[in-house]
């Protein structure tokens, strides 16, 4: 079996990193549990698509598969998902782009 960077069945290790550090990782959990919230004043889906875009902007490729999954289960359309990634690469565009003002005004300064 090779190793490569995306393995689902690394994600079982996580079982064993909650029994390393028990209240981080139940701390981590309550977080992580936010985006599943259905009491809260954004509806599940859109929770679910922000998610979707958070994980494109840190690229997370396990909370990429899991929040993709979760947002067609709380109804998104494939429309909506491909949507939203080019809203999140659109603002990690705009990202670069404002923090190349830093590369204007460091090579003035050199």
Not at 49 to 69: D, G, M, N, P, R
Not at 80 to 101: D, K, P
Request: with cysteine.
């Amino acid at each position: 079996m090779s190793e490569h960077y995306h393995d689902e069945n690394d994600l079982k290790l996580l079982k064993e990193m909650s029994e390393l550090a028990p209240e981080e990782f139940k701390a981590w959990l309550n977080l992580d549990r936010i985006t599943g919230r259905e009491d809260g004043k954004i509806p599940r889906k859109y929770r679910e698509l922000i998610a979707l875009a958070v994980a494109h902007t840190t690229q997370c490729v396990y909370c990429i598969e899991v929040h993709t999954k979760n947002a067609k289960r709380a109804g998104a359309s494939k429309e909506e998902v491909a949507e939203v990634v080019f809203l999140a690469a659109a603002l990690r565009a705009g990202g670069a782009a404002a923090h190349g003002t830093l590369a204007m005004k460091f090579y003035d300064k050199a």
